[in-house]
């Protein structure tokens, strides 16, 4: 099991990262855009990576390529509210294919899926750290070296502990 709490750190049995979390630390996600990590015990449920930006990804999970059309969608008036969506998109969405390295590899959470409640959050992600563990929007980040050395340890069955 992947632990992250509040210390800013992520342990994976005797490994331990420092890593980002939201704006307004792990809690009770109540809204959309309110910068909470999201407290509870979840599943990855898929890992997208950029195949020009990372070589020789070693993993027990199928690997997804981001393509330049790839979004996830933010917006609670969408049918497609945290799923992901081809672009262009007329409701708001993150880009996936970005300039910045931070989504160059995503472990997805299954947070708020099945059902999908509107409004309740999207898109909580483990990505790569953008700089100086700068908080995020909700996801948890880590620095790339990282987050490829605990993708070539976690299974399907590994999950993913908020406290």
Same mark, same amino acid.
């Given at each position: 099991?992947?632990?992250?709490?509040?210390?800013?750190? +992520?342990?994976?049995?005797?490994?331990?990262?420092?890593?980002?979390?939201?704006?307004?630390?792990?809690?009770?996600?109540?809204?959309?855009?309110?910068?909470?990590?999201?407290?509870?015990? =979840?599943?990855?449920?898929? &890992? =997208?990576?950029?195949?020009?930006?990372?070589?020789?990804?070693?993993?027990?999970?199928?690997?997804?390529?981001?393509?330049?059309?790839?979004?996830?969608?933010?917006?609670?008036?969408?049918?497609? !509210?945290?799923?992901? &969506?081809?672009?262009?998109?007329?409701?708001?969405?993150?880009?996936? =294919?970005?300039?910045?390295?931070? !989504?160059?590899?995503?472990?997805?959470?299954? =947070?708020?899926?099945?059902?999908?409640?509107?409004?309740?959050?999207?898109?909580?992600?483990?990505?790569?750290?953008?700089?100086?563990?700068?908080?995020?929007?909700?996801?948890?980040?880590?620095?790339? $070296?990282?987050? +490829?050395?605990?993708?070539?340890?976690?299974?399907?069955? $590994?999950?993913?502990?908020?406290?």
């Amino acid at each position: 099991m992947i632990i992250i709490n509040n210390s800013n750190y +992520l342990k994976y049995k005797n490994l331990k990262f420092r890593c980002g979390i939201g704006k307004a630390g792990i809690g009770i996600k109540k809204t959309e855009g309110d910068n909470i990590t999201p407290r509870g015990t =979840y599943r990855i449920v898929k &890992i =997208y990576y950029r195949k020009d930006r990372i070589k020789n990804i070693v993993s027990k999970f199928t690997l997804f390529e981001i393509k330049k059309n790839m979004g996830w969608c933010d917006d609670p008036k969408s049918k497609n !509210y945290n799923k992901l &969506i081809s672009l262009p998109c007329n409701f708001s969405h993150e880009k996936l =294919y970005r300039k910045d390295n931070i !989504y160059d590899l995503i472990l997805v959470l299954n =947070y708020n899926f099945k059902p999908t409640i509107k409004n309740k959050g999207s898109a909580i992600f483990i990505h790569i750290q953008k700089n100086n563990f700068k908080k995020t929007k909700g996801c948890i980040s880590l620095r790339k $070296t990282d987050l +490829l050395k605990i993708i070539s340890l976690i299974n399907k069955n $590994t999950k993913v502990k908020i406290n």
